[in-house]
T-cell receptor, first 116, second 113 residues
Framework: DARVTQTPRHKVTEMGQEVTMRCQPI?????VFWYRQTMMQGLELLAY????????DSGMPKDRFSAEMPDATLATLKIQPSEPRDSAVYFC??????????????FGPGTRLTVL | AQSVTQLGSHVSVSEGALVLLRCNYS??????LFWYVQYPNQGLQLLLK??????LVKGINGFEAEFKKSETSFHLTKPSAHMSDAAEYFC???????????FGKGTLLTVNP
């Protein structure tokens, strides 16, 4: 049963600390998305990658957030320094774009981040 | 650019009653439309999607939705609610070649015994 995995599932940290969230997309998927979910803003797209290349990170605060795909099996989202307003659930999703045909995005279970 | 409006942040129905969750979208290109469900402390799971072809699409757990271009709507229905349907439901739209999803704010469905 292929699934998107995310680690850690929960993270509590203090303001100013670096936070790294990891995502393992489904094997064979070529597109990875990072979303943030908060009560106030709902689900927001932060960034996404196709074949490991960043296509759009316009939803991400550039001064403190960074997203990378070191290889096809790992995507990372870093926050440095973290702030209380970054407290949210961060979801990773992966999908396969195949010859222009769109397939669904599969979501991971999320990382619940609390910044004190 | 795309946007999604879900009418009603909270819908409450009785078990066995019709479920109707409303979604209207805006898109400058032919849209792909989706409904996702989120159970507490879990990720999102796809219920159904419309890409092309038949405008009435059937999904998992007895849900279906109809794409109405003239009304820019994609409402989600289920004839008979079950207690296990209690969750938050998100409508989403994607358009063009970027495959990004734009989500609505979500509708929390409560099912009363």
């Amino acid at each position: 049963d292929a699934r998107v995995t995310q680690t850690p599932r929960h993270k509590v940290t203090e303001m100013g600390q670096e936070v790294t969230m990891r995502c393992q997309p489904i094997l064979g998927h070529n597109t990875v998305f990072w979303y943030r979910q908060t009560m106030m803003q709902g689900l927001e797209l932060l960034a996404y990658f196709r074949n490991r290349a960043p296509l759009d990170d316009s939803g991400m605060p550039k001064d403190r957030f960074s997203a990378e795909m070191p290889d096809a099996t790992l995507a990372t989202l870093k926050i440095q320094p973290s702030e209380p307003r970054d407290s949210a659930v961060y979801f990773c999703a992966s999908g396969l774009v195949d010859g222009g045909r769109y397939n669904e995005q599969f979501f991971g279970p999320g990382t619940r981040l609390t910044v004190l | 650019a795309q946007s999604v409006t879900q009418l009603g942040s909270h819908v409450s129905v009785s078990e066995g009653a019709l479920v109707l969750l409303r979604c209207n979208y805006s898109s400058s290109v032919p849209p792909y439309l989706f409904w996702y469900v989120q159970y507490p402390n879990q990720g999102l799971q796809l219920l159904l999607k419309y890409t092309t072809g038949a405008t009435l699409v059937k999904g998992i757990n007895g849900f279906e939705a109809e794409f109405k271009k003239s009304e820019t709507s994609f409402h989600l229905t289920k004839p008979s609610a079950h207690m296990s349907d209690a969750a938050e439901y998100f409508c989403a739209v994607s358009g063009g070649s970027n495959y990004k999803l734009t989500f609505g704010k979500g509708t929390l469905l409560t099912v009363n015994p």
